[in-house]
């Protein structure tokens, strides 16, 4: 991962009618380094609890929405930053994150 470079764990959309999920245990600890497409967090939604994968390698820096936190599809859970991101970029990224809007 490019040093500075900041990736948005989201919760994802895991159905055609689903429109928010709720957080379930977190795989990963603060600090982990992570590979693309490992399972790091449960998504549970009123049918199915299934697995969200890093979108990217990186160090899991920062978790933004804890256990038990129901939010919309699209939402901020996480942040995958390289080991080297400053704290401050960090704490810009989350503070300025906007959800992609459904077409």
């Known amino acids: 991962m490019a ?3 900041i990736t ?3 919760l994802p959309k895991l ?3 689903m ?8 795989r990963i ?3 982990d380094e992570v590979e693309q497409g ?3 967090v449960d998504i549970e939604t009123e049918k199915i609890t299934n697995a969200c994968e890093a979108p990217a390698d ?3 820096r920062r978790r933004v929405a804890d256990q038990g936190v129901t939010l ?3 939402s901020l859970i996480g942040v995958i930053a390289a080991e080297d991101t400053p704290e401050a970029n960090i704490d810009d990224f989350i503070a300025t994150f906007k959800p992609e809007k459904e077409a």
């Open 8 to 10: 948005a764990i989201v």
């Open 58 to 60: 990186g160090v899991f």
């Open 72 to 74: 919309p599809v699209g």
């Open 15 to 17: 159905g055609m009618t």
């Open 38 to 40: 490992e399972e790091i």
């Open 19 to 26: 429109t928010e999920g709720k957080v379930g245990p977190w």
């Open 3 to 5: 040093a500075g470079t």
């Open 29 to 31: 600890e603060i600090g």
